[in-house]
């Protein structure tokens, strides 16, 4: 019952930041995020195509990884993958691994156009998916436990998709998820200097913040690899493979 409860707190954050996502690029109108060097951070990214990887941390233990990889897939085509896994050590319980996986498919404008990703838990075999349709405003969701299908379904993105979800899994929402009604975030970047293991490095500061409270503060270099992160919530990312 935890690990399912931890497995819907997840995938609710995930969704609500995709919520974002897809709320800033229908309604540009209602964000400052084009009248700051964003998109240029944004498209080092694509321009290079370096993968990031890097570790979560909580405090001093890391607790996961997540891996970065930009492409350019046509003129008019890009995608941000994304993998990794957590590990999570609920009370009373044995530590538990929920693998991820996905993409985001935008244009050559970096404007949402789908997006996809996959949840595994092992032990009990959960295994979620879920597919993003910003023209269409839909997102569809398959739960299997093991090769049992337990729910598929297709919902608007302005419905209660947490709540469906925990209702499918058996668990109480943790809280709805409501795109529509979501502020859009403030987005700004500067440059700025940080230590990475005793070495000056330059970088982008990227800066996410959610009605003025501050959501994640990520660092990407001039080659347009994420190199370090901090979130409000405690938890950081680190470079996996930094010299």
């Known amino acids: 019952m935890l690990y399912r409860a931890a497995m819907i707190?997840?995938?609710?954050?995930?969704?609500?930041?995709?919520?974002?996502?897809?709320?800033l690029e229908t309604h540009p109108?209602?964000?400052?995020?084009?009248?700051?060097?964003?998109?240029?951070?944004m498209r080092l990214m694509f321009r290079h195509g370096q993968t990031s990887f890097l570790t979560v941390n909580d405090q001093s233990t890391q607790i996961g990884t997540i891996y970065l990889r930009p492409a350019t897939t046509g003129s008019n085509s890009?995608?941000?993958n994304?993998?990794?896994?957590?590990t999570l050590q609920l009370p009373a319980q044995?530590?538990?691994?929920?693998?991820?996986?996905?993409?985001?498919?935008m244009d050559a404008a970096l404007r949402v156009r789908d997006f996809h990703a996959a949840f595994t838990l092992r032990q009990p075999p959960y295994h979620l998916s879920l597919k993003g349709d910003s023209a269409a405003n839909s997102l569809t969701y398959?739960?299997?436990?093991g090769s049992r299908s337990v729910a598929s379904h297709t919902l608007p993105m302005?419905?209660?998709i947490a709540a469906?979800?925990?209702?499918?899994?058996?668990?109480?929402?943790?809280?709805?998820?409501?795109?529509a009604n979501i502020t859009p975030p403030s987005i700004t970047s500067r440059e700025a200097d940080i230590d990475l293991h005793g070495e000056q490095v330059e970088v982008y500061q990227v800066s996410i913040a959610e009605a003025a409270t501050p959501v994640i503060d990520f660092y990407v270099t001039q080659l347009g690899q994420v190199v370090s992160a901090k979130t409000s919530f405690g938890y950081s990312l680190s470079p996996e493979d930094w010299p």
């Open 9 to 23: 707190g997840i995938v609710a954050f995930w969704l609500v930041m995709m919520g974002l996502l897809v709320r």
């Open 29 to 41: 109108e209602d964000t400052d995020i084009l009248d700051v060097p964003v998109p240029y951070v």
């Open 78 to 80: 890009r995608a941000m």
């Open 82 to 86: 994304f993998s990794g896994g957590l």
């Open 94 to 105: 044995p530590s538990q691994r929920i693998n991820y996986t996905g993409a985001i498919d």
């Open 142 to 145: 398959d739960l299997r436990l």
């Open 158 to 160: 302005d419905s209660h």
């Open 164 to 179: 469906a979800l925990a209702q499918d899994l058996g668990v109480q929402a943790p809280f709805p998820i409501i795109p």
